[in-house]
């Protein structure tokens, strides 16, 4: 039996003492960070890697769909949003086009800048 690893175990407790708006966060970062990674996929010809990691970025997308609250009206707009980004995610996959995965990377960098600058305005806001 394998020692457990103190990085896993760091991880899982990040995770579990997370608040819903930290988790977000590390969606969001999680995301770009396999978003990138699928680029260097694809640019180094391992297409197989690039689609596994594309399909990490679009199970994200789709919690995110999952998860609106469609009772306000930011949700919907939201939900077209994330729905554009799944779409594009799809096309890169099928079509092996990297320039498809960094406008999905920058739409995914905004969204993350945005949603950090909003968790820093509701701290100050609380105090």
Known sequence: ????????????????????EELTLMLYDGALKFCNQAIVALEGKDLAKASTL???VQNIIREFQLTL?????ISKNFSLLYDYIFRRLIDANITKDVTILQEVRGL????????KE???????QKR
């Open 108 to 115: 995914l960098k905004e969204l993350r800048d945005t949603w």
């Open 118 to 124: 909003a968790m820093l305005l509701a701290k100050t």
């Open 69 to 73: 609250d469609m009772k306000y009206e």
């Open 1 to 20: 039996m394998a020692a457990p690893n103190p990085y896993d175990k760091y991880l899982e407790n990040t995770i579990s003492t997370a608040s819903k």
């Open 54 to 56: 594309n399909m990490r």
